[in-house]
């Protein structure tokens, strides 16, 4: 493929979320590769002509497999949107050792793994960025969601460390913190506890994305950035 063509890797890029930033870089000219558990990235790639993979975040060898098959399609790797689904929930201190375990996996080891794959491929490229979904509630912790919260922060701190490593090599990361977005069925009331009374909608989180993985956003670099529409209270 020609330099000029930009390729997105999505991980969890079959539906919501996922699915929106999908559409969004395919309507800006990027090549997609997606990855998400079941057949649906499989169908939006054949729709949007991508390609795809089934895997999930938390094994290593699905993340392997989506960065082989997107370097073997296209060669090189412009954007990286880390999405995955949501961990095991629970009273505090009743959440297994298995299932802290699953939400490390799922919501670190993920982005520490896709890092090491295509960090030397955009160090090459000489430009890179990477865009990592993870809560607002992330640094205003819920018990609703201890094991999201807890690691969920920790992917804020590791977005920040690794902006720090590979800024001067014109490689970037930063975190999205959606609130309340239309892709999840919410309870009655919900939007009331929102500064706009309204759920969000899938498409401002994939413009938000689709701005950071811009050059419009190239001196944006370990950023959580909160799409909330003002739900969080944290300045």
């Given at each position: 493929m ?16 996922g699915?929106?930033?999908a559409r969004?870089?395919h309507?800006e000219?990027y090549?997609?590769a997606l990855?998400s558990p ?10 949007l ?5 089934r895997?999930v975040?938390?094994k290593a060898?699905?993340?392997e ?7 073997k399609t296209y060669?090189r ?6 999405h995955t689904?949501?961990p095991?929930k ?8 298995e ?7 799922m ?6 793994r896709?890092a090491?794959?295509?960090t030397?491929v955009?160090l090459?490229q000489?430009?890179g ?5 993870t ?6 912790p819920?018990?609703?969601f ?6 969920r922060a ?6 920040k ?6 800024a001067?090599d014109n490689?970037r990361?930063?975190?999205?913190l959606p ?6 069925d919410h ?5 009331e ?7 969000g ?8 994305a689709?701005f950071?993985?811009?050059d ?7 950023q ?5 529409g003002?739900?969080?209270r944290h300045?």
């Amino acid at each position: 493929m020609a330099e000029t063509e930009k390729v997105a890797l999505i991980t969890g890029g079959g539906r919501g979320m996922g699915e929106a930033i999908a559409r969004e870089l395919h309507a800006e000219g990027y090549k997609l590769a997606l990855m998400s558990p079941s057949e649906s990235c499989e169908k939006l790639a054949a729709e949007l002509g991508g390609v795809a993979s089934r895997g999930v975040a938390e094994k290593a060898e699905d993340i392997e497999a989506i960065f082989d098959l997107t370097m073997k399609t296209y060669g090189r790797i412009d954007a990286v949107v880390n999405h995955t689904g949501h961990p095991p929930k629970g009273d505090l201190l009743d959440i297994s050792d298995e299932d802290w375990t699953l939400g490390s996996d799922m919501m670190i080891l993920s982005l520490v793994r896709m890092a090491r794959l295509v960090t030397p491929v955009m160090l090459k490229q000489g430009k890179g960025a990477f865009v990592n979904i993870t809560t607002f509630a992330a640094y205003e912790p819920s018990l609703v969601f201890p094991v999201s919260c807890t690691y969920r922060a920790a992917a804020g701190a590791f977005t920040k460390l690794y902006s720090d490593r590979y800024a001067a090599d014109n490689i970037r990361m930063n975190c999205i913190l959606p609130g309340f977005i239309d892709s999840l069925d919410h309870k009655p009331g919900t939007a009331e506890k929102v500064p706009m009374k309204r759920v969000g909608q899938v498409g401002e989180i994939a413009k938000t994305a689709s701005f950071l993985l811009s050059d419009g956003a190239g001196y944006i670099t370990g950023q959580n950035i909160r799409v909330d529409g003002g739900a969080t209270r944290h300045v």
